[in-house]
């Protein structure tokens, strides 16, 4: 049984977005607005242009920040209560799945991959259009299909306290999702293997992983004591992070799946 408990006015909604508490809905359009909704009740507490072109992504983090993309490469941090601008990154080239991760410790630090090594780049030009929503789509496709050429990503992780860069690095092949673990540490889904990676003193260093083909997407449950893999196989794994075991294989789904949450 299924009841439609609220709808909000969207006009042609790119991403959408759920606060931890389940106090706010974000959600974002073609045209670069983004647009915050108070819960229970649906009463729109602010709309604004976030993005010149547009939103490609949203994500409320457990500390406050709502986070947004844009098509013209550029990454913004909100503060979630007040929605007031605390940083924006730009990224002239675009990815149009760009993995992030964000770890919301005493030294609350984000990863970002800001490009791929091999591929074709393509480069935002900032200026919005009709067309928007189509040239994105199309660079998601074209940006899936160079897939195998791309030989490393780079990913580039800051501190969301100081705003300052703290390490770069690179993995071999193509990032598909990235994800903090309870203690600190970065996971990469990246070249047909899943890679743990240590950031200590300015230092990234791979620790730990196995190899899995495919993967395009993870999760990591809140007591890291399980990881959640799924990709183009169809199939849904579940794992041990602590020695790479495989616990259980879900039933192939021959059309694949794409995101975890």
Known sequence: DHRDLHSFPTRRSSDLAVSGDNRWVASGDNNGTLSVWSMP??????????????????????DGFLVSSGW???????????????????????????????????????????????????????????SDAFRAAAAEQMQLAMRDL?????????????????????????????????????????????????????????????AVSQVESFAISRDGTRLVSCGADGAVRIWNPKNGALILTVVPDPEGHSTLA
């Open 41 to 62: 009740g649906g009463t729109l507490k602010k709309k604004f242009k976030a993005h010149p072109g547009l939103v490609s992504r949203l994500e409320f983090t457990s």
């Open 150 to 210: 791309v030989r490393e990503s780079e990913i580039h992780v800051w501190s969301a306290k100081t705003w300052t860069e703290n390490v770069t690095f690179r993995v071999a092949g193509a990032a598909t999702n990235m994800a903090f673990d309870t203690d600190g540490n970065l996971w990469v889904s990246s070249g047909d293997r899943i890679r743990k990676i240590q950031l200590r003193g300015g230092k990234a260093q791979e620790t730990g992983g196995w």
């Open 72 to 130: 013209d490469g550029s990454f913004a941090f909100w503060d979630a209560a007040t929605l007031s601008l605390k940083h924006k990154f730009p990224f002239p080239v675009v990815l149009q799945r760009r993995p992030f991760a964000y770890f919301p410790g005493r030294e609350p630090v984000f990863a970002i991959v800001t490009q791929e090594i091999g591929a074709p780049r393509l480069v935002a030009n900032g200026r919005p259009t009709p």
